[in-house]
């Protein structure tokens, strides 16, 4: 066993994408680094051959089949991949490893990861921040969208094996067992929020490493430049004249939001940005990406069409994003549904069926860019507000409006299910 081990977390359709990961991590560091393929979700069959390196996470992360069933159910594949996170992390230090290393299925390393690993040699934890300098013009995504999702991206995490690491990491995993939803309205994003705190926790035994090559990724494009040096290795640059000047060597790249398939075909087809060729000079990372793709194809496309184990009910039926909150919300409430995957009479999916709440076709895609007459309905929802104000009356009226603040969160309409559908437990709901 090596010293430094290197791990991701995935669903079971993403372990091609990790192993591309991992022959951008090994061809650097074959040598020094064990790297580990955690799979969060379940195989269909216990005779499913994978590489020695890919373990599920159900048996190795010490959770109770209650807490495993309620974590899995309530929580979106990307929340559950991300709770589950700090339980893998105290799992490698159990194992003896001596600095533990997250990366995100969907990065690609392009030169060693040295300075990482040194940072380590002095310090407990290394993150790195979004943005890595102050832009008095700021120029990138939506600024306050990034105080809402958390100052570091967690799609990396490097640390030691020190008291102060591992008491984070249980700190950590107690939150996430009941607060890792992607929930703007609270201000709770997955995993990632959370370490805002780590400053105040860690103090000097944290490294915010605020290189411009390291963690590069299309929220902080705006602010690096990607140019070929004179032996064709890729290096970073700042794109402004407004913060640090020095270049750095790409580390790794973040294709976070990339559509996979698209990108075999040399199509750049992004979720949140608009315009993703903007910044030219990404394609000469992208292009080395693309590549690599090409490269693990086959087990890329075999492994993409497995489907998630904790997407839909006993029956085959899509557990809808707004059912799993409402589940949540029942059990905050101190009610106890039983399995919440079962289909049985006595089950929330028979409430939410009699409720009407069970849809062919799935709502959790609707956005007001891809909802039909998004305009004209939001103009008939002003003139419905505009008779309310008139009802109300000027006093009345924005207290309303504050009220409404409680009613984004879908846990405030359990009133939609009969209460006596379910027992109530004995103690009430989640601690968070």
Not at 53 to 62: L, M, Q, S, Y
Not at 133 to 150: F, R
Not at 315 to 342: A, D, V
């Amino acid at each position: 066993m090596k010293k430094i081990c290197i791990f991701t977390i995935v669903a079971k359709n993403y372990i091609g994408l990790a192993q591309i990961l991992e022959s951008s991590i090994i061809r650097f560091h074959k040598d020094t680094v064990d790297f580990h393929i955690i799979v969060a979700d379940e195989f269909p069959s216990k005779e499913q051959k994978t590489p020695d390196n890919v373990v599920c996470a159900k048996p190795i992360t010490g959770y109770s089949e209650e807490e495993w069933q309620d974590m899995s159910f309530k929580y979106t594949l990307t929340e559950f991949c991300t709770a589950i996170k700090p339980a893998v992390f105290q799992y490698f230090y159990d194992k003896q490893y001596e600095k533990v290393i997250y990366f995100d299925p969907d990065i690609y390393v392009f030169s060693p990861l040295t300075k990482i690993f040194s940072a380590l040699d002095t310090h407990d934890m290394v993150l790195t921040p979004h943005v890595a300098d102050p832009h008095p013009i700021y120029q990138g995504e939506d600024e306050w969208a990034i105080c809402v999702t958390g100052i570091f991206n967690l799609g990396f995490c490097g640390s030691r094996n020190a008291d102060s690491t591992k008491k984070l990491m249980q700190w950590w995993r107690i939150r996430l067992t009941g607060q890792a939803f992607c929930d703007r309205t609270v201000g709770t994003f997955t995993d990632q929020k959370w370490m805002d705190w780590a400053p105040a926790f860690l103090g000097d035994k944290l490294c915010v490493m605020r290189d411009l090559g390291t963690n590069l990724a299309p929220w902080n494009i705006f602010e690096r430049e990607i140019y070929q040096h004179d032996d064709h290795t890729l290096w970073v640059r700042p794109r402004h004249n407004d913060g640090d000047t020095t270049p750095s060597p790409l580390v790794f790249v973040h294709f976070s939001g990339y559509d996979y398939k698209m990108l075999l075909k040399d199509v750049i087809s992004h979720q949140r940005l608009s315009n993703p060729e903007k910044h030219a000079d990404m394609g000469l990372a992208t292009q080395i990406y693309q590549d690599a793709l090409r490269k693990g194809k086959e087990t890329f496309l075999a492994y993409m069409s497995l489907e998630y184990s904790y997407n839909q009910y006993d029956n085959g039926c899509k557990i809808e994003n707004f059912h799993r909150r409402l589940y949540n919300g029942l059990k905050k409430e101190g009610y106890e549904t039983g399995n919440p995957f079962s289909t049985g009479k006595q089950s929330l999916f028979h409430i939410l069926q009699k409720k009407n709440m069970l849809v062919k076709e799935s709502i959790d895609k609707l956005t007001p860019k891809n909802y039909s007459d998004y305009g004209k309905k939001l103009s008939m929802l002003n003139r419905l507000f505009h008779t309310l104000y008139k009802i109300m009356g000027y006093h009345r009226y924005p207290l309303f409006i504050k009220s409404l603040h409680h009613f984004s969160q879908p846990e405030s309409h359990t009133f939609l299910i009969p209460k006596n559908s379910f027992p109530k437990s004995k103690q009430q709901g989640h601690p968070l």
